[in-house]
């Protein structure tokens, strides 16, 4: 497959672990939070989004949280599976705003 | 119903040439959104288009353009390519509204590689 960083921070897990990725957004002004999944050979996927009025949110497995004191998101995956395994990234959107600004990207394996 | 679909997913081109990307965005999607991706910038915002006009404009040279057709595809465009330009080329499709909850639905990209 493609791929899309070869400098990527990485986390490693393996399969039914809970994953915890973490971003550090830039702009305090920034009201809109979005995680996007990558696969290989794809692109960014939607997972799950938070407004800064919030500071948890929850889907189907996973959970986002957000600290605007530290300017700090993160993304729990409960119970972590091999197709898990992609680029994560954080996207802030500026207040006013409605483009998303990316971040680096986490890779994600999960190992059977 | 259909994704997002660009066109071609890989192609290569030599320095100077000039290359089209095309892009379909999802049955009802008026905005159209491009960006760069690359493994030393991450995913670069470079314009988006709707109802066939540039709404927002990242920061990239002139050498980038666009358009978006009144079906809502949309092209760019990159000339004088340089082997900089090499990288993952994302169209993304939304409804365009003006609010932060514009969640953008990408295409599988298009591969180009400049040598």
């Known amino acids: 497959g493609e791929s899309v960083g070869l400098h990527l921070p990485t986390l490693s897990v393996q399969e039914g672990d809970n994953s915890i990725i973490n971003c550090a957004y830039s702009n305090s002004a920034s009201d809109y939070f979005i995680w996007y999944k990558q696969e290989s050979g794809k692109g960014p996927q939607f997972i799950i989004d938070i407004r800064s009025n919030m500071d948890k949110r929850q889907g189907q497995r996973v959970t986002v949280l957000l600290n605007k004191t530290v300017k700090h998101l993160s993304l729990q995956i409960a119970a972590t599976q091999p197709g898990d395994s992609a680029v994560y990234f954080c996207a802030e959107i500026v207040g006013g705003s409605y483009i998303p600004t990316f971040g680096r990207g986490t890779s994600l394996i999960v190992h059977p | 119903k259909a994704g997002v679909t660009q066109t071609p997913r890989y192609l290569i081109k030599t320095r100077g040439q000039q290359v089209t990307l095309s892009c379909s965005p999802i049955s009802g999607h008026r905005s159209v959104s491009w960006y760069q991706q690359t493994p030393g910038q991450g995913l670069q915002f470079l314009f988006e288009?709707?109802?066939?006009?540039?709404?927002n404009k990242g920061n990239f040279p002139g050498r980038f353009s666009g358009r978006q057709f009144s079906n809502s595809r949309s092209e760019m465009n990159v000339s004088t390519l340089e082997l900089g330009d090499s990288a993952l080329y994302l169209c993304?499709?939304?409804?365009?509204?003006?609010?932060?909850?514009?969640?953008?639905?990408f295409g599988a990209g298009s591969r180009l590689t400049v040598l």
């Open positions: 288009y709707f109802s066939e006009t540039q709404r």
């Open positions: 993304a499709s939304s409804t365009g509204h003006l609010s932060g909850a514009n969640v953008l639905t």
